[in-house]
């Protein structure tokens, strides 16, 4: 064990992100010591969370940019995890390879030379994204894509589907990892989130809460980024951020896990969503006449046998359950009205 006395300690990159703010809320209720990561630590709206965080354990603050060689050494100097999280997330990047795929790359290799050079890290958890896993062309319907699955890079680069570029660095990002840890010796454990929904500790979130609140808030550019995402993978998988911080953790601690772990408990659709909410939640009017290419049923499902396999347990198996925190959490956020 390092630093913080008997604590385990672990960093976690960019924790102003929607879910790196959950992770560093979740190690710290489970005993870790924590140290984080953002690029400006005087920006007092965007970090205002850690203040209540640090009620919660020793958690520290540090600098770091992805696209700065050697700026992650302190952060993960004496942790005996790192969770890399922070990544350039603009999906709507006007030159995605030069916005996106490469500082992604740079940047998570950068991360990972430091955690070498720290001497102490024991385990670095990738997260990931199903965009690495399921944009690829598919035939027909009822495909399960387990962990063998990748988004087809030359696919994706030749026909510029939405967002092409996001699924490109997820993919190359990973393949990059992995060399760098072999060649490293680096015990590296990938998780690949579906979209991630529910309550975190940000005030502020620009990606997956939008987009799935949308049906409710009526919003029609963050819809559109719902039924993107229905048609480069397939389907609507969904996981709330809670299980997805305790299936990092998991990955983190089991001494046998291995490779990548998709992080997935509901597969659905926006046709689906639609029909649920407009049932569940009357007071928001939602609209279950939807046009567009929708599906009725997911013509592709991701799976997390893997991960149940190897004995974590989802919490939030249903979209009553996954919708119940998330409405809450919009209504906090000012997307939705009470
Ligand atoms: N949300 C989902 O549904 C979902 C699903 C699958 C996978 N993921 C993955 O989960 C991770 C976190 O996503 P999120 O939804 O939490 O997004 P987010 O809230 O936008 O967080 C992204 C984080 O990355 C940081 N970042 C971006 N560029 C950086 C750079 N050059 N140097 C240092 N930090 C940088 C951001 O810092 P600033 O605040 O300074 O910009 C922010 O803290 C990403 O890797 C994403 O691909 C998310």
């Known amino acids: 064990m390092s630093v913080a006395g008997d604590k385990k300690t672990a960093c976690v990159t960019g924790g102003n992100g929607y879910i790196a703010s959950a992770l560093v809320k979740k190690l710290l209720e489970n005993g870790y010591a924590v140290r984080t990561t953002v690029r400006n630590p005087d920006d ?15 958690l520290t603050v540090l600098r770091a940019d992805l696209n700065e060689e050697g700026s ?31 500082p992604a790359v740079r940047g998570t290799l950068n991360v990972m030379r430091s955690c070498v050079k ?14 690495a896993v399921s944009s690829r062309p598919v ?21 510029k589907p939405p967002v092409w570029g996001y699924s490109v660095s997820k993919v190359l990002v990973e393949k990059e990892a992995c060399k760098f840890a072999e060649e490293n010796g680096i015990s590296l454990v990938t998780v690949c989130p579906v979209l991630t929904v529910g309550k975190a500790p940000v005030s502020k979130v620009y990606t997956s809460i939008p987009a799935s ?21 397939g389907g609507v998988p969904m996981v709330h951020v809670d299980d997805l911080c ?23 659709t926006v046709v689906e969503l639609a029909r649920f909410l407009a049932q569940k939640y009357p007071q928001y009017n939602v609209n279950t006449n939807l046009s567009g290419e929708l599906l009725e049923k997911p013509r592709v499902s991701l799976s997390s046998a893997k991960l149940v396999r190897e004995g974590f ?22 997307i939705l009205h009470n």
């Open 72 to 102: 992650f050494d302190d952060a993960v100097a004496g942790c005996d995890f790192a969770f890399l999280v922070a990544a350039p997330v603009n999906f709507m990047a006007e030159n995605p390879e030069k916005e996106l795929i490469e």
């Open 44 to 58: 007092a709206e965007k970090n205002s969370h850690f203040k209540g965080l640090q009620a919660l354990g020793p």
């Open 213 to 233: 609140l949308s049906l409710l808030s009526g919003n029609e550019a963050d819809l559109s980024m719902l039924k993107h995402a229905e048609k480069s993978g």
């Open 313 to 334: 347990e989802f919490k939030y198996t249903t979209l009553e359950e996954i919708y119940d925190d998330l409405v809450e959490y919009g209504k906090v956020l000012g």
């Open 118 to 131: 720290s001497g102490t890290v024991r385990r670095v958890i990738l997260t990931s994204s199903a965009a």
């Open 139 to 159: 035939d027909g319907d009822g495909h399960v894509l387990d962990e063998e699955s990748w988004s087809d890079v030359e696919w994706l680069t030749t026909e």
């Open 246 to 268: 305790r299936a990092e953790m998991f990955a983190a601690e089991e001494e046998a896990a291995s490779g990548r772990y998709i992080c997935c408990s509901v597969n659905t």
